[in-house]
């Protein structure tokens, strides 16, 4: 049997399973899971100490589905009671703020605490992932829009909902796809489901619309020297129109990208003689 396999009291009925929140300290772990238990928000900011441990019971199809919730810490100072939780996980819940760019950098650095603790034998490819873009009700703070971190989660095959704890937003049916999706990898013997969008697009997509965004001028974006040519800057431009043309390329952010690229060329070419 899979380590990550959970435990059945009775085949083809009831399931127990553990999922595991993560990500920075205060970007709405616990209120996001308070919310969908309990149906409320605490606006004041209660740290969670170690581990916050608690039941659920929730219906997918004819299951009976006994969920243990454990709600870590993100402070670091925590991270020695954090590593005894990661193993025997079945779901992750990998939350962010939207506006705080520094906790949508850090979640690579958590997949990497998770993989480090898990150990050489552990897998991370049969647990489900779900990333929440969270407090996307402070529309004035956002400085991570929704096409990056949509990137970012379906580039790895994670499931990705936008969320706001304090009103409820995507909460329910963030959950209810987690749970579901939870099921069918021990369905389908602990193997993750393969998702639409994890599938429809390249690696190559995804890095380059990443590398326009954070390009620094037309130059860049295009990916040729400053004072290129005419044709230099036209062969450029026409490699990146096939790789992100909005016919061809369906990951989250290429069409912006694409305009971008097309506005990069149009300013180069009226400078160039
Ligand atoms: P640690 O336990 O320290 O890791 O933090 P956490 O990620 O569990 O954060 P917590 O849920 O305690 O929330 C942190 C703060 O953000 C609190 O003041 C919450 O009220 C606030 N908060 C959480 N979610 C939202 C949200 O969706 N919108 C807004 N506006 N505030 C939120
Ligand atoms: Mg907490």
Not at 26 to 38: D, P, T
Not at 102 to 121: C, I, R, T, V, Y
Not at 167 to 179: A, C, L, P, R, V
């Amino acid at each position: 049997m899979e380590a990550n396999m959970p435990k059945r009291k009775e085949a083809g009925k009831s399931l127990r399973i553990k999922v595991i929140s993560m990500g920075n300290a205060e970007v709405g772990k616990s209120c996001i899971i308070k919310r969908y238990c309990e149906k409320r928000f605490v606006s004041k900011y209660l740290a969670t100490i170690g581990i916050d441990y608690g039941v659920t019971k929730v219906q997918v199809r004819d299951r009976e589905i006994k969920v243990n919730i454990f709600d870590m810490a993100g402070h670091p100072f925590f991270y020695e009671v954090r590593n005894e939780f990661y193993k025997d996980t079945q779901g992750v819940i990998l939350v962010y703020d939207v506006g705080q760019k520094d906790s949508f950098d850090a979640l690579d650095a958590w997949l990497a605490e998770m993989k480090q603790d898990l150990g050489p034998h552990g897998n991370m490819e049969n647990i489900v992932f779900v990333v929440c873009a969270n407090k996307i009700d402070c529309t004035k703070h956002r400085c991570v829009d929704e096409s990056e971190g949509r990137l970012w989660a379906e580039s790895k095959g994670f499931l990705y909902f936008e969320t706001s704890a304090q009103t409820g937003e995507g909460i329910n049916e963030m959950f209810q796809t987690f749970y579901v999706s939870i099921v069918d990898l021990c369905e389908n013997g602990g193997k993750r489901p393969i998702t639409n969008s994890s599938a429809s697009f390249t690696k190559e997509q995804a890095d380059t619309i990443r590398r326009i965004r954070n390009s620094k001028d037309s130059w860049d974006m295009l990916a040729v020297k400053p004072g290129a040519s005419r044709d230099e800057v036209n062969k450029a431009y026409r490699k990146l129109a096939v790789l992100l043309h909005p016919d061809k390329c369906v990951a989250p952010g290429s069409e912006d990208a694409f305009k971008a690229v097309v506005n990069a060329r149009t300013a180069l070419l009226k400078n160039i003689k």
